[in-house]
């Protein structure tokens, strides 16, 4: 139930390079839609089938009432108008808000889509298409990945290319491993040595860097003989001294490793924080965690220590109060480290339009506003294995009572005051494809 995400905000260190083909975030896919229609699973008129009898998946709307009737095998949120669906026989296809199919079912697989394309899956192979159906990356790859730059990486084998929005193969498949393109420049491996290619596919820096990071504010974090250093666009080195360890620059300051410790440089090489850090994180809104002795606490971009080294785990920040564990228990402080909440809960989620959903083993429904204070209070049964989700721009929030094999049941609404608007009799997914 904490929906905890600590990791995508920690240094990666360029010793550890990450896959390049990950999924796509569940914040850049949607986060801010309407919850509804909501998929959820009902009693129908259709054929027995195996495992889920006559239920089949429909929608509702914020009332409760069925808007979409259920006959699908599964069925995800909608994301950009359309949502995936699955027909018994015909595989995955894309429906509108009322239901109507404007991808026919034809494909194996199906992501949501994002920026006006999906990847599908269709006879073993992936391709990419737009909200018409027309494919933009044919289904020809055993993988493929997302645009960023106006650029995908598609797999073919076990090699890695690039292929632009018109579908033409730009780096042909040829590495062992790919990064995104950022800045104008990929990351590529050949063999167990890392170089870059440009849009044009070009090797715009040769592969000699045991690892190497992406390009971030006109250079890169790489790794040779050992040694972390970094390098512009044409590969030369822009700051004289070379590290343990290095992260990319992000706020024009990075992360160094030196003697063992982390610290930051600016853009000159300065050292402009000491290393005396045993981990640190990317700089957000000011503020970067860092870990000292084994414990967490954050520092200002002058590297003052602006919230004590206390927490044994943390959260990121958001709507300016970060969740924080102290023996096993969360808390809240926000980012002059003053506790909001005192650390009592066995889990938490993140704020989100003001409330945050705790669980301390009550057996209730409850959330907190931004003092701390309880003001969600619903008793409801709600089990270990239950769900708390965060409220939307639709004012309300799901709340699934308990988690089985099938997946969460007694699936509801609730809005601000902790009334049922949606009483809690559905069997349901999450935001995003998870089932919740």
Known sequence: MNGRNRWANR???????????LSIPVSEAGADESSFPCPVFLKSDGRNIPGIGRYRWGYIDIKGNIVIKPRFVDAVHFREGLAAVIVKGKGYGYIDVKGKFVIDPAFDRAQDFWKGMARVKMKGKWGIIDKTGR??????????????????????GDKWGFVDETGRIVVPP???????????????MVGDKWGFVDKTGRTAIEPVFSSAGS???GCAAVMIDKKAKFINRLGEKTIAREYEGAGGFNEDMAAVKVNGKYGFINR?????IQPEFDEVHFFHNGLAAVRVNGKYGFINRAGDMVIKPEFDDYESFHEGLAAVVIKEKWGFVDVTGRLVAAPQFDRVRSFSEGLAAVYDGSDEIRYIDKSGKIVIRNKHKIT?????GNFGKDG???????????GYLGCGFIDRQGNFVIKPKFTSTSYGREKI
């Open 268 to 272: 000159a090489g300065d050292m402009v």
């Open 135 to 156: 494919f933009v990356i044919p289904p020809a790859y055993d993988h493929v990945n997302v645009f960023r730059e106006g650029m995908a990486a598609v797999m073919a």
């Open 396 to 406: 309300v929030a799901k709340v699934c009572t308990d988690f089985t094999s099938n």
């Open 215 to 217: 390009f971030s504010e």
């Open 384 to 388: 270990d294995g239950g769900w708390l």
């Open 11 to 21: 240094i990666i260190l360029i010793i550890l390079i990450t896959w390049a083909c």
């Open 174 to 188: 040829l590495y062992k491993q790919v990064e995104y393109f950022n800045e104008g420049m990929a990351a590529v």
